[in-house]
């Protein structure tokens, strides 16, 4: 099973939204609604801050929001902010009845 | 509030066995609504899900590291532990222990992560 797709990096200003896209297959994000999403700084715990496609956990401020249409996530973050500037990997469960990871995007925060 | 916290060796010479313990504070993982997991993350890589283990003691892994898995559980209900047999330079990376949670499809709670080289 290969990795999910996602794009190596985006960029925004402060107060704008983006959007990473996370490109699988009807065997894995297209098959079921288990995608996840993880804010990653480098030296930390990764994060999980969507699960279930668009689901939040406690917590999470809801500037992130996650979507789904056929093999492909997306995540959303609204109203960019300096400390949102992370690796950002998507997940997924597949059909091998195991996890895949997408490769990651960098964050840049301009 | 649980913590995960992984420990072993920082250096594993090549053909020889990565062995990593994962210790779990504030909980016990004796429940099946969670499963315990080790990902790793390659440097200047993505993370790859490596597998999981259930309180019941039954594991899942991921097929393309070939049968070279073992996961068990300890006898304190607190930790949980990984080897990883016939290591190669390409088994190099940081490995995270992680809980994934029945309810939420996700992995709710990470470790810190720690590093494993292989080298001679």
């Known amino acids: 099973q290969s990795a999910l797709t996602q794009p190596a990096s985006v960029s925004g200003s402060p107060g704008q939204s983006i959007t990473i896209s996370c490109t699988g297959t009807?065997?894995?994000?297209?098959?079921?609604?288990?995608v996840s999403w993880y804010q990653h700084h480098p030296g930390k715990a990764p994060k999980l801050i969507i699960y279930?496609?668009?689901n939040r956990p406690s917590g999470v401020s809801n500037r992130f929001s996650g979507s789904k249409s056929a093999n492909t996530a997306s995540l959303t973050i609204s109203g960019l902010q300096a400390e949102d500037e992370a690796d950002y990997y998507c997940?997924?469960?597949?059909?091998?009845?195991?996890?895949?990871f997408g490769g990651g995007t960098k964050l840049t925060v301009l | 509030q649980v913590q995960l916290q992984e420990s072993g060796p920082g250096l594993v010479k090549p053909s020889q066995t990565l062995s990593l313990t994962c210790t779990v504070s504030?909980?016990?993982?004796?429940?099946?609504?969670?499963?315990w997991s080790w990902i790793r993350q390659p440097a200047g890589k993505g993370l790859e899900w490596i597998g999981h283990?259930?309180?019941?003691?039954?594991?899942n892994d991921n097929p393309s590291l070939k049968s070279r898995v073992t996961m068990s559980l300890g006898t304190s209900n607190k930790q949980f532990s990984l080897k990883l047999s016939s290591v190669t330079a390409a088994d190099t990376a940081l490995y995270y222990c992680?809980?994934?949670?029945?309810?939420?499809?996700?992995?709710?709670?990470w470790g810190q992560g720690t590093m494993v080289t292989v080298s001679s």
């Open positions: 504030g909980g016990s993982i004796s429940t099946d609504s969670y499963y």
């Open positions: 997940n997924s469960f597949t059909t091998s009845t195991y996890w895949v």
């Open positions: 283990i259930y309180a019941s003691g039954r594991t």
């Open positions: 992680a809980r994934g949670n029945h309810g939420l499809a996700a992995f709710d709670i």
């Open positions: 009807s065997s894995d994000i297209g098959a079921y609604n288990y």
């Open positions: 279930e496609v668009s």
